[in-house]
């Protein structure tokens, strides 16, 4: 665990206990307090890990809100949560940052149960703003204690059209609350689109704000009898005009005031106009412009690509305020935080480690894409961590990226797939549960031909519950005309995704983050389709049979090794696919077995084991016909963040706790996990 003392605290921020600190500091003061917290942020996150860049760019603002508002009577609500850490450091919780993501340590996002001055959970984008709107409302019709709302959001966060509908719905009521604007050009990756476009402009004419009544009463005044022949245009042209000095008029248009832009790293500019804001009793979008890594020449100097890269740092990564380019190596995720020690951060990473699951698919989609020009992929502002950036750089024509869009993303996937393409949606299984109503009416009513490619499926580890791939299983099961499967290693994951894109209809295929298994990968020209709805026997055996799904495989083989040493030989069973099912396979199982182990890194309610009790209670209607069926999965709860190793342990998802489950069940001695 980080040492508290070797991390450089100012004098002010020492001073800092909470939000009313702030209170009686003049805004030279707050300006220096700001540096102080971007340099604490940098020192513990430089060693520990974690997001970084986003929250180098939100210190000034952080500092600016709290020293403005009554939190928690007044509520700041941070979109995602991973540019928050300056203000879970002026909220009280310093001396607790060193623990950040890490198991039993801060949430890596803002947590209700952490904090009260953390008024939502959220860790996905574009929300913060329907949640200001409501707390608002709420307030308005004598609810709760009253307060002012400000809601902070990213200009990458404000691709996702929840975002539009809330401001839509804001200007709609005249909600008095504020907007803040963190323009930094940047999500994880850089931005895209029409309004990365859009705030470009105004980043580049930063003199350009006019508020609307004064630039229109301007116009009207141009000498020369301009003015009047402007105001002879009508409103059509006129607002044209606006439009293309005033980078406001998109809010103003929504009946949301704008102030801006601002320099975000001006504590009193930000005070000032935020003062003005607060004030005004409605609807007001402040623009403020920040620097993604401020403060950190590799990421402020280094461009898009320094902010990419140094949107998390690794532990290790930064020595005295500095890239350490020592060739550091990530822990990995089997450590648990007692057992980091610097020497392990030292070692040269062995060459012969398995590829990350993530690179695999990449380098199979650049195949399947240069061997067919129908295949294209499409991605939600992750190139890069959905394994599509190497598509992006070698085959430009055959990739899309649609910002913070899940629900565009996966319609677009079926605009494609009508014309005959072959689309992959590679979006996170957290993230994909945000286009359920694109997947169940646009995909799979219309069966069309669209291939998802679930990443970050199961336990993800340090990001925690709002990040874990948990619910992608039981969510999919439901739907009409879809194919399911998961891979046991990554020689699987090639040729599921070769399946994927050979069959006529909607398919899905979940995978691990980290790193794979270490097998023999086919050949290039030499990749076999998965036959769908079929499994594999992995090993023979008498009395219990283990059926894995995906990771659950390598948890059943390791489960089998325990259960030998107790004289147990359970059959070892690669289900591949949660549907269909390989019904006869598990029949022949159910007869030929006394216990049935499904296994699956998912929630049980809905989940793979599920779908195999409901086959066998319906396919042997009478008691004592077939085995029992034990099913091993994820608990009905939200898991915690913490290293994946951790977590596993803690809900039972091991080879060891498998073992003494199916021991109890069979009335056997339990061996101890290991």
């Known amino acids: 665990m980080s040492d508290p003392n070797t991390h450089r605290i100012g004098p002010l921020l020492a001073q800092v206990e909470g939000p009313s600190d702030l209170s009686d500091l003049d805004d030279a003061e707050l300006q220096q307090l700001a540096e102080e917290l971007r340099t604490y942020i940098i020192d513990v996150i430089g060693e520990i890990g974690g997001h970084f860049g986003a929250n180098l760019g939100t210190c000034e603002i952080a500092v600016a809100l709290h020293s403005l508002l009554d939190s928690p009577r007044d509520k700041i609500l941070w979109d995602v949560g991973h540019q928050a850490y300056p203000h879970k450091v002026l909220t009280g919780r310093m001396a607790e940052l060193p623990t950040i993501r890490q198991y039993g340590g801060l949430a890596p996002f803002c947590s209700i149960p952490e904090s009260e001055h953390d008024i939502m959970g959220a860790g996905h984008a574009s929300t913060s703003i329907s949640y200001g709107l409501g707390l608002k409302e709420a307030m308005r019709r004598g609810i709760g204690e009253d307060g ?23 200007g709609g009521l005249e909600t008095p609350m504020v907007i803040l604007l963190n323009d930094n050009g940047m999500s994880i990756s850089p931005n895209v689109g029409a309004l990365a476009s859009y705030f470009q402009r105004a980043r580049l004419k930063p003199g350009l704000f006019h508020a609307r009544e004064g630039f229109e009463d ?17 409103p059509e042209i006129k607002s044209a005009l606006k439009a293309y000095w005033a980078p406001g008029l998109l809010f103003e248009e929504l009946d949301l005031a704008y102030v801006g832009p601002i320099d975000g790293h001006d504590v009193a500019a930000l005070r000032k106009a935020l003062f003005e804001a607060i004030d005004a009793d409605r609807p007001v979008v402040v623009h403020a412009q920040t620097v993604k890594g401020r403060g950190f020449a590799p990421a402020e100097e280094g461009g898009l690509a320094g902010m990419e890269k140094w949107h998390a740092a690794k532990p290790g ?3 005295d305020g500095e890239d350490a380019k020592s060739g550091l190596v990530p822990v990995k995720e089997s450590d648990s935080p007692e057992a980091i020690a610097p020497e392990m951060l030292e070692k040269p990473a062995p060459a012969d480690d398995p590829p990350q699951y993530t690179a695999v698919f990449a380098d199979a989609m650049v195949r399947e894409a240069e061997a067919d020009p129908r295949v294209v992929g499409i991605t939600a502002a992750m190139a890069g961590g959905a394994g599509l950036q190497k598509l992006a750089d070698e085959l430009p024509g055959q990739y899309f990226d649609v910002g913070i869009a899940e629900q565009n993303a996966v319609l677009m996937a079926a605009g494609i797939a009508l014309q005959g393409g072959k689309p992959v949606c590679a979006i996170y299984s957290t993230f994909l549960q945000r286009a359920f109503d694109q997947l169940v009416h646009d995909v799979c009513l219309q069966n069309l031909d669209v291939t998802f490619a679930m990443d970050r499926s199961g336990l993800v580890g340090d990001d925690g519950p709002t990040h874990h791939g948990a619910f992608d299983i039981a969510y999919l099961r439901p739907l009409p005309n879809i194919v399911l499967m998961a891979p046991r290693d990554e020689a ?7 399946t994927a894109l ?5 398919a899905a295929l979940r995978y691990p983050r980290g790193s794979a298994v270490g097998v023999e990968m086919p050949e290039r020209d030499g990749v076999e389709q998965v036959p769908i709805g079929t499994g594999e026997t992995l090993e023979n055996g008498e009395r219990v049979a283990l059926v894995g799904y995906g990771t659950g495989v390598g948890v059943a083989l390791d489960a089998a090794r325990i259960l030998g040493e107790s004289g147990v030989r359970p059959t070892v069973v690669d289900a591949r696919f949660a549907k269909p099912l390989d019904v006869e396979l598990l029949e022949r199982l159910a007869l030929s077995h006394d216990l049935l182990v499904t296994i699956e890194e998912g929630v049980l309610p809905g989940g793979f084991g599920s779908g195999v009790l409901e086959h066998l209670e319906d396919s042997f209607p009478e008691p004592g016909e077939r085995a029992r069926v034990l099913r091993v999965g994820l608990p009905d709860r939200y898991v915690t963040h913490g290293k994946p190793d951790l977590l596993h342990e803690e809900v039972g998802f091991t080879g060891g706790h498998v073992a003494e489950r199916v021991l109890a069940a069979l009335g056997e001695e339990a061996v101890a996990a290991p």
């Not at 301007?218 to 009508?234: D, H, Q, V, W």
């Not at 050979?502 to 909607?506: C, I, K, Q």
């Open 218 to 234: 301007r116009l009207t005044r141009l000498p020369l009898g301009l003015g009047g022949k402007i105001e002879k245009l009508g």
């Open 502 to 506: 050979a069959h006529e209809g909607p």
């Open 317 to 319: 990564s930064i020595v």
């Open 492 to 498: 699987m994951l090639v040729r599921m995704l070769r």
């Open 148 to 170: 002012r709302v400000v809601a902070v959001i990213g200009d990458g966060a404000l691709t996702g059209g929840v975002a539009y509908e809330a401001m839509h719905a804001a």
